[in-house]
């Protein structure tokens, strides 16, 4: 059976998605050890670098700006209201501390917070603090490559982790850009695989609610479809079966910001 028909065809999830979601432990494991990579190579890095895939932005401003929003995202577990991201210091030895100190803050803030505890997010219900703890790991995964894609280095990432991201991408992100306008709904229904972890969804519609059967798939590893959607790679590496057009005006849409 194909992969069209075989996601078409399965039964269960109404928007035929095969959801993967890690467990607590590994976010934050996830989170404790890309963050202290993150200051570690900020440390050294040209501060003035360019960040591929982040139109004009330095790493001075990736950094303030995950280390920012490291901030934001504890204030909404300990007062479950949204704050303003926090401006940060622009020299080496201060943005490095401060680095050093947000993610430490957060990580304790989020392991010493009940995870049904009720937060402000932006995602979709149940409003808890556990969207934070998969939220803020994901965000400094990310960040992380596109660091040590600054500073000229390799930028793997754990597979599950990345298949997980893709999960987040596709039912957190997306229905989220079609409500803000940011995005159009999608037409034509494409089907997502990945073809190490294992995982499958569908893209379709305003990502809520059941569409129609996938008219195209797109097939790779989890880092490389993860990539793709977020905009930090080209689809090159990725199969595309069926309706070609369809996959790729879906890989070139904004599901995420």
Not at 12 to 33: I, K, W
Not at 132 to 140: I, K, M, P, S
Not at 158 to 163: G, H, K, R
Request: proline letters at 7%; hydrophobic letters at 45%.
């Amino acid at each position: 059976m194909g992969t069209l028909s075989r996601i078409a065809g399965r039964a269960g999830d109404p928007l035929c998605h095969d959801r993967r979601v890690l467990d607590r432990d590994a976010y934050l494991t996830s989170l404790e050890r890309d963050s202290a990579a993150f200051a570690d190579l900020l440390a050294e890095a040209d501060l003035a670098a360019p960040v591929p895939h982040c139109p004009g932005w330095t790493v001075t401003d990736l950094a303030l700006h995950l280390s920012g929003v490291h901030r934001w995202a504890r204030t909404a577990v300990v007062t479950a209201a949204p704050g303003e991201e926090p401006v940060g210091p622009s020299d080496r030895d201060g943005l490095v501390a401060w680095c050093r100190a947000g993610s430490a803050e957060l990580l304790e803030t989020l392991r010493t917070t009940d995870p049904s505890t009720p937060v402000w997010h932006f995602g979709p219900k149940p409003r808890v603090a556990s969207f934070w703890v998969r939220r803020q790991a994901h965000e400094t995964a990310v960040h992380l490559g596109d660091l040590r894609r600054a500073a000229g280095r390799d930028a793997p990432m754990d597979p599950e982790l990345a298949a997980d991201g893709v999960d987040e991408v596709v039912t957190v992100f997306f229905p989220r850009q079609v409500r803000l306008g940011r995005t159009p709904p999608v037409e034509l229904a494409v089907a997502v695989t990945l073809t190490d972890t294992g995982g499958s969804w569908v893209v379709s519609g305003d990502g809520l609610t059941p569409g129609s059967d996938p008219v195209a798939g797109v097939e790779g590893s989890a880092y490389d479809v993860l990539h793709a959607l977020w905009h930090r790679a080209d689809a090159d590496a990725l199969r595309i079966v069926g309706d070609e057009a369809a996959a790729r005006a879906v890989l070139a849409a904004a599901l995420a910001p």
